[in-house]
């Protein structure tokens, strides 16, 4: 799932006050003035090896992005020189840049400060899953993982973790796909980079969880409704999950529900401005019941319903409302 992330990069994607080399050095690959300056969407698609950053890299393919797959991270400076050349025939630009490249791979936080010298703005989309989930996602699939020359994947896994740590925290965006189909991971990259009118909006993406299925794990701020109206026990409501109309009003009509909801939005609202004043792009909002398919549905849609209605760009993701199926789901590529 999409993730804001703190970002402590000092002026990031303002021209000339990042850290970093200064205007005009070879590391920026030219000067960072006037037409020199890229100023199209710049993304970096990084993450853990079998996470899905081919399955990323597809949906922005799709959106029209012009998609670099394996790029050392020493030529992004120079290839982001090469973009503001384009004449504004680039102006959506995808790097899918990880393990794969080897020691190379080391250059990618210089790579961001040189970015950040040149004044080009960017975003990084760091993807991600469990040690379990990656596992098996390599068995299924039968690819060698980049680390494993000399080790196993599991340790692989780890190595690679470790390794990602200080990427990720610089991350605008961090989807964990552990739980996730190929299409739900593809879904969720559409959301985040697909309206164009909405780049640059902050994004506030709700999501409801079920407590027996465990917390989602890229949440900035969870609620627990286990305390509101249970459907669970209304015997004609049981069946059916909290996007049906009539579940939806057994929940959303108790007084102490719309107490709740009042509240949570005004906190909402307190909090967003002094996110996205802090360069913040997104907010993750978790609401959870036991099971995920009753309350945390019914207060998760009426809470986007609200945002919305103030003009707050939001996602809602319904993590537990169907069970999901035994056994893998789906291929994954990097």
Known sequence: MGQWRQDDRVGRGTPGTGPGPGPGTAATGGPASGDSVYRGRFVIITGLSGAGKTVAKRALEDLGYFCVDNLPPALIPPFAHLCAQSGGRVSRVALVV?????????????????????????????????????????????????LADRVGVEEAIRT?????????????????TSRLSPAQCRQKVLGLFGAESETGRFTISVVSFGYKHGL???ADLVFDVRFLPNPQY????????????????????????????????????????HFAAEGKTQLVVAVGCTGGRHRSVAVAERLAAILRSRRHKVLVEHRDIDKPAAGGTGRYGS
């Open 98 to 146: 990880d393990a794969r490249g080897g020691e190379f791979f080391r250059d990618l936080a210089a790579a961001l400060r040189s970015l950040d010298g040149m004044g080009v703005a960017h975003q990084v989309l760091f993807l991600e899953a469990d040690d379990d989930t990656l596992l098996r996602r390599f068995k299924e699939s039968r690819h060698r993982h980049p």
């Open 160 to 176: 690679e973790r470790r390794r990602l740590e200080d990427i990720r925290g610089l991350a605008d965006f961090i989807i964990d």
């Open 216 to 218: 989602p794990t890229d």
């Open 234 to 273: 209304i015997e004609a409501l049981r069946p059916h999950d909290g996007l049906r109309d009539e579940v939806a009003a057994y929940v959303l009509a108790a007084p102490l529900t719309r107490a709740f909801l009042r509240r949570l939005v005004g906190f909402l609202e307190f909090l967003v401005p």
